[in-house]
Structure formats: structure tokens, C-alpha cells
């Protein structure tokens, strides 16, 4: 039995040469340069936190005001620098804490809280980012000592590489 198949090829209609291949290649490298812009800036944004005391909850104030209290404590100078402390509380309150949230930060005495009791807080309210991040911007420079309690913060706290480069770009700069 022989069946006659006709010519596919010679049925084809014969198409006007276009830019279709031009086009499709632009779009591709277009494409491309948008998600290696996208994956380039990920790291960046990739873990969104604002600091605005005026939204947090009081446990969640006095949390944030315990870590920078014990920034300051942990950084050159420590806790008998009470111009630090008045930096600190100006930091402070530029984002938003009340006058009486930040009375701690006023006191002579040491902060009444241990790093572990924060840690504990923080993770307890998962603020453990804010709570770095309010770290981050009360110690401002870039010292030995501030980096080396900054890394042991972010371990304390539990956070991956990812976040903390994250705000370590957001909130350091």
C-alpha cells in the first residue's frame, strides 16, 4: 500500500523576510539585563525592615532602646560616655521614640538588661533585625571594637549573612 503524502515544504506559504530574529534578540538581551539588574540590587533590598518607633508596641520600644543601650555599653568609651549616650538617644528619637521611652539611655548607671535577656526579647518579639539594626546606627563609626560586637550580635540574634549585609548596607551606608 503506497499513500501519497504531499509536499509539506512546497505547500508552505512563503513568508516576507522580517526582523523577527533582530527583534527576538533584543528583547532576549533586554531581558536579560533587567534580571541581572534585579539580581545585582537583591541583596540590596532583599530584607526590607523600617525603623519607625511610632509603630512599635512598648515591649517592642523598650526591646530596641535595650540595644542600643548596650551598643553604646559595648563600644569605645562605654557607658560612662554620656555624650554618646545623648547621640544615642538624638538617633533615637529621630526615628521616632518618645522622650520616655528613651530615659534609659539618660541614666548614669549601667543598662539593667544583659545582652542575653535582649537577645532573648528580641527573638521573642521577632524584632532580632531591628534590634541589630538600631545597634548598626547608634555605634555610627567603624571601629574594631564595633564591628567585632556587631558580629556578635548578628550571630547572638541568629541572623544570616544575607540579612545583615542587607542592613549593614541599608543602615551603615
Known sequence: MNIDIPDLAAAAPVLPATDAPRRDGVEAALALKVLL????NFRQVSF??????????????RAAVNAA???VEADEG????GARRRRAAETLARLGAAPA???????????AQSLGEMVREAQRLDRAAH?????????GRRSV??????????????????????LNRRFRG
Not at 78 to 81: H, K, N, S, T
Open 131 to 139: 534590634a541589630y539594626a538600631v545597634s548598626l546606627l547608634v555605634l
Open 101 to 111: 521611652d528613651l530615659e534609659p539611655l539618660g541614666r548614669p548607671e549601667e543598662p
Open 69 to 71: 543601650a548596650l551598643a
Open 145 to 166: 571594637l564595633a564591628q567585632s560586637y556587631l558580629a556578635y550580635l548578628a550571630a547572638r540574634l541568629g541572623l544570616t549573612a544575607n540579612v545583615v549585609g542587607s
Open 37 to 40: 539588574a534585579h539580581l545585582a
Open 78 to 81: 562605654g557607658w560612662a560616655d
Open 48 to 61: 526590607p525592615l523600617t525603623l519607625d518607633f511610632r509603630s512599635f508596641s512598648a515591649d517592642e520600644t
